[in-house]
Structures are given as structure tokens and as C-alpha cells.
């Protein structure tokens, strides 16, 4: 889901503590989205430059419909020699599946595929094909070597869509790290890694998308060190003959397109790989099932816009939260 990163008010607040910090940020297009990134500080701009080169080269690494990439090779054979952020992206997500009991899975692609989500052209598949793809979905089938070495499960495809781009915030957290910038924001899409302070020592604000308004907010985070990522059905999705909508994320249970009183589902935590599968998660959990959820994490917050218009948002962030479109719920640990 796409998100604005920068406020007009935030923009103009960064605009104003440019003067004593020398920022670097560059904008350019990879995993299928607009990518900004914005450091500060002396080593930022060689930081930027590296961090661009890797989210390029995860880009296509982790796309499976890039010819000849590490997921398609693993794909088409079953098995791989992997290593580095290959590796660590799978085992991430394995252990993401069992966090969320299979909600969350990366071997969600012959169900993708199913109904016709990876070439744009919607199918809608019987209940003998819904099956058929989901008698191979199961990431704990994939068995992971200490060498290195990933075997998936008989006929099993993964696609890591779910919970690459907040990867890729976490590897260039890292970069950023290893460069001494401490103070970064980087926009992927719907995942926003905010890294340590904002340039003027203040939070850093991050706005969610209001689904209903093009550029209008929910509301706006004030975040240190946290990455917020949101999910949702409004901006992906195919439509049949009648007008019906099927959103890209699906539920494996079922096998079909997640039918969710969810509209939008924001994870905020440190981690990017956590907080992009989660976010994904629980818009397939549906609001109950997604406070339950909450109540039993300890290293998360949640904001939900729900289809009945109310906005909840956990006690972590709750006061964190300002310009909100309605009325806030707190959801109490
Ligand atoms: P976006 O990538 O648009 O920000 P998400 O992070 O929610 O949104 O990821 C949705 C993508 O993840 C889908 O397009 C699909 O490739 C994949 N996906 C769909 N359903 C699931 C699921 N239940 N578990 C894991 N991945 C999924
Ligand atoms: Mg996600």
C-alpha cells in the first residue's frame, strides 16, 4: 500500500533544520514502488548511495519473476545454496509463519498465481483448484541447512512480497549504522523505517494514508527508531465483470482473497521484517483475531481503520498520535 512519507507540515520542519544538518536524500523506483531516502550527517550521502545500490539489488534478487534472481532460481529447482540476506529473508519468514500460525506465509504463490494476481488477469478459480494450490502452502515445509543450503517443499513457490520491503529497511538500517548516520527516514511504499532522531533531536512523523482520501492522512505517528508499516486492500486489487473487488493479499485458509473488516492495518515496531509480515497478517486476521493477537506480542503496536469507520489504535502509540480523520479507540495490552 502506498503511503505518503512527508507531511507538508513535516516537510517544511525538515526544510527549516536543513540549515545546521547537512541532509542527503535521493528518490528512484525499485520493488515495485517509489523509494525515498533521507539522511543526515556526515557520511549520509555515501550511506544513501550504498543503501540504493543494495535495495536495487534486493529489488530483484527477492522477485520472483526476475529472470535468473535467487527466489526464482530456488522456485524452479526446488532448492538453493543460499546466503547473506537470502537466507536470512527465508528464515525470517518461516519463523513469521509460526508467529502467526501460517496467517502470514512466503509459500503463498500458487494461490497468487490461482487467481491470477501475478499477471493482473483475474480468475476465478473452483473450489477443486483452491485446494489443489493450497495442498502446497505450508512454509513449514521448507527445510533450511546449517550450511546454507533452503530445500522447499514438494511443488512449493514462495514469494517474499509480503515482507521484502520491510527487509530491505532493516538491511539498510544496518548500512546507516555501519556508516555512523543516526539520523535517517526511508520510505518504501507503504513501509516507513524511521532511524533514530529527526535532524532537530524531535520525533519523526509519519503519516498513514487515509484509503478513502488521495492525499489525506488517518492520522500522524511521532516515532523514534520504529518502523510503521501499513496494509490494506484499497490500492490493490482486481474487479470482476459485476464490480466485485479481490485484493492482492490472501488468506491461506481459505485460499481466497482476504475478506477483512480491516481496511487498513499499521504495525509499528523496530523491526522492518517484522512489522511489513505482520502488517500483512493482520489484515487477514480481521480486527478480533488482530487484538488477540496484539494482547499476546510484546514488541509491537497496532493502528486499525476498521470498515465500520472506527479507528483503534494499542495503548503504545495512542499517544503518539495526532490529525487524526475520527475519533481514537485505545486497544489496552
Ligand atoms: P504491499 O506489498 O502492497 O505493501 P503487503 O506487504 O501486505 O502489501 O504484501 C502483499 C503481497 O504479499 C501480495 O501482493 C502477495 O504477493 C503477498 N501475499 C498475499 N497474501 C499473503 C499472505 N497471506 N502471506 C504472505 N504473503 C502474502
Ligand atoms: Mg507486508
Known sequence: MKKRLFLPLLAAALLSSCKNNSADECSFYAMDTYITLKAYGDGAAQANEEAQKKIKELSSELDPYVEGSAIQSLNLNGKADTAGE?????????????????????????????????????????????AQAQSLIGSDRILISESGQIELGEGQKIDPGAVAKGYACDVVKKIYADRGVESAILSLGGNVMAIGQGPDKSSWSVGIS??????????????????????GNYRRYLTDDEGRRYGHIIDP??????????????????????ADALSTAVFVMGSEKAIDFYKNSDDIDIILYLSDGRLLASEGIAGQISATKTVIQTIKH
Open 253 to 274: 485458509e481459505s485460499g481466497r482473497p482476504a475478506e477483512s473488516d480491516i481496511v487498513s492495518a499499521t504495525v509499528i515496531c523496530e523491526s522492518g521484517t517484522v
Open 210 to 231: 487515509d484509503p478513502e482520501g488521495g492525499t489525506d492522512y488517518l492520522c500522524v505517528l511521532s516515532v523514534t527508531d520504529k518502523c510503521v508499516v501499513t496494509s
Open 86 to 130: 537470502v537466507r536470512g529473508l527465508i528464515e525470517a519468514s518461516v519463523g513469521l509463519s509460526e508467529r502467526t500460525s501460517d496467517v502470514f506465509d512466503i509459500t503463498i504463490l500458487p494461490l497468487k498465481k490461482l487467481w491470477g494476481f501475478d499477471t493482473g488477469v483475474l480468475y476465478i478459480p473452483s473450489a477443486q483448484e483452491i
